[in-house]
């Protein structure tokens, strides 16, 4: 089944190579960009939903791996696999150190895991035709999510108003390295779902159900975190007025970019590759302190 052209010369002859990084977070302040608890928290809800949605993408590649016939595409699921893996241990440290700090994520955690488990799960009992088109189904989603995974990999590296602020330097390095990773395999997603099924309504229907969730389920972890902070006892909501406000400051992804973002993948023509630069992200994994740390 051929695969859609990239134009990106970088993507076509890369390997993917899982980083092992540590990160120390015994210095992280919990408000780690001073003095913005709103923007601060809206980032964290990362942490609060990357350990189980990064362990449930290695779970339906790992599913879909006897499905693949081309063993390119199959070597970059394996370095996707092993890149997701990782991502998802360096965030879970995070929530740990935030529950250290008296700021229990676990309540939200649960509902992130059962979302994950039982709603997106494996389904017992499926004829082998079944089981194929829900592994399918899944990896549709997967590859939406990995669209605005990419995109805010991509903000992370290009966000110098995270560096006006301040933000904890330990912090940025692993948006960025996440970032970077996220860039560098943002099409592997893509290219499985369209080597196991090349029709449009499958990219469409991906889109239309992780997107919506998605911003339910962020707009929701933010509420969450403001209220849970303890040094903040409930007196800050989070609204999109303020997200705006923090999106034009450099501080937040724009919620107007990030909208117009999820339209592009509805293109025909569309391709992971057109968002982003595989360059940078491989320029900045060549700098990155833990990514350094990691490869000495
Ligand atoms: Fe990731
Ligand atoms: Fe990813």
Do not use: C
Not at 44 to 58: D, I, Q, T
Not at 111 to 138: H, M
Not at 232 to 251: C, D, F, H, S, Y
């Amino acid at each position: 089944m051929p695969r859609p052209t990239a134009p990106t010369t970088v993507h076509d002859s890369l390997v993917l190579e899982p980083r092992d990084v540590r990160f120390d977070w015994s210095q992280l302040p919990l408000h780690w960009i001073p003095d913005e608890p709103m923007a601060t928290h809206t980032i964290n809800v990362l942490h609060l939903l990357l350990p189980e949605g990064e362990r449930w993408f290695v779970k339906v590649f790992k599913d879909a791996l006897p499905m693949i016939r081309d063993d390119q595409l199959r070597e970059e699921v394996l370095g996707f696999i092993g890149q997701e893996a990782i991502h998802a241990e360096a965030h879970q440290e995070v929530l740990d150190h935030l529950l250290g700090q008296g700021l229990d994520p676990r309540p939200y955690v649960r509902q992130v895991t059962w979302l994950f488990r039982r709603i997106l799960g494996d389904k017992p009992g499926l004829t082998p035709a079944q089981r194929r088109e829900n592994i399918i189904e899944r990896v549709a989603f997967v590859a939406a999510i990995e669209h605005f995974t990419a995109f805010l990999g991509n903000w992370a590296l290009n966000s110098p108003g995270l560096d006006r602020a301040k933000a904890d330097p330990t912090m940025l390095d692993l948006l960025r390295w996440h970032g970077a990773e996220e860039v560098e395999h943002r099409s592997v997603a893509f290219d499985l779902m369209v080597h196991l099924d090349p029709g449009y309504l499958r990219r469409v229907r991906g889109m239309l159900i992780s997107g919506p969730l998605l911003v339910h389920l962020w707009a929701r972890g933010a509420r969450f975190l403001l209220a849970a902070d303890p040094t903040l006892e409930g007196r800050i909501k989070p609204t999109w007025r303020e997200a705006q406000v923090n999106g034009r400051r450099g501080l937040l992804p724009q919620p107007g970019r990030m909208a117009r973002s999820a339209l592009r993948y509805f293109r025909p023509g569309y391709h992971p590759t057109q968002e982003g630069s595989s360059s940078q992200a491989l320029s900045y994994l060549a700098t990155s302190p833990a990514a350094r740390a990691a490869a000495s």
